[in-house]
C-alpha cells in the first residue's frame, strides 16, 4: 500500500520534533547526549527520544562526556548526578559551565537522577533554599526524579530545548 505524500510527512521523525513541528527550524535534528552509567536507563530514554525525533549520543563517565560535548556539540545533555563515582555528575556540570566555548558553557543539561532517593541533598533549579538562590548551586535547567516517567522526561527536553532556542 503506498502512503500519500502527506501521511509519508507526518510519519517523518522530522515532524515529530516539536521544534521543527512548529516550523522554527526546517529539517534540523536536535542532538541529545545522555550521560549515565546505567545501561538500562540509557537504552529506554534513547528508545523514546529518537522515537520523538531527536539524535541520541550517550557517555556512561564524565570524562566520556565532556569528550563527547566537545566532539558532537549536543543541543542538551541528560546527566545523572551519581556516575560512576558518586559525585562525578556535580563537577562534570561545574566543569561544563566554565568551559572556554561559550556554545559548549551555556548547553542545556537536565538531571535525571536517584540522588533524592539515596541522600538527603534535595537540588531544584527553580528553587531557592537558605543558602542558594534558584539554579545556583547546581546550574542546570531542570531535575527530574528516577525512575523517571518517559512522556514526563520527553515534556522536558521539549520544553528546555524550546526555551534555549527562541532565547
Do not use: C
Not at 531557592?128 to 512522556?151: I, M, N, Q, S
Amino acid at each position: 500500500m503506498h502512503m500519500g505524500s502527506e501521511q509519508a510527512l507526518e510519519q517523518s521523525h522530522l515532524l515529530r520534533n516539536p521544534l521543527v513541528r512548529f516550523g522554527w527550524y526546517d529539517s534540523y535534528v536536535f542532538k541529545v547526549l545522555i550521560l549515565d552509567n546505567d545501561p538500562d536507563m540509557v537504552s529506554g530514554t534513547r528508545l523514546a527520544l529518537e522515537k520523538r525525533g531527536y539524535s541520541v549520543i550517550t557517555a556512561l563517565s564524565a570524562l566520556e562526556g565532556q569528550g563527547m560535548v566537545e566532539a558532537e556539540r549536543p543541543d542538551l545533555i541528560l546527566l545523572e548526578i551519581m556516575i560512576p563515582a558518586g559525585t562525578e555528575g556535580f563537577h562534570f556540570v561545574w566543569r561544563l559551565r566554565k568551559h572556554s566555548d561559550p556554545v559548549l558553557r551555556n548547553t542545556p543539561v537536565v538531571v535525571v537522577s536517584a540522588i533524592h532517593r539515596t541522600t538527603e541533598l534535595r537540588l531544584y533549579p527553580e528553587l531557592a533554599d537558605r543558602d542558594y538562590a534558584p539554579g545556583e548551586f547546581l546550574p542546570v535547567e531542570a531535575f527530574l526524579d528516577k525512575p523517571v516517567d518517559l512522556p514526563l522526561l520527553a515534556h522536558t527536553v521539549e520544553r528546555v530545548l524550546t526555551s534555549f532556542r527562541r532565547a
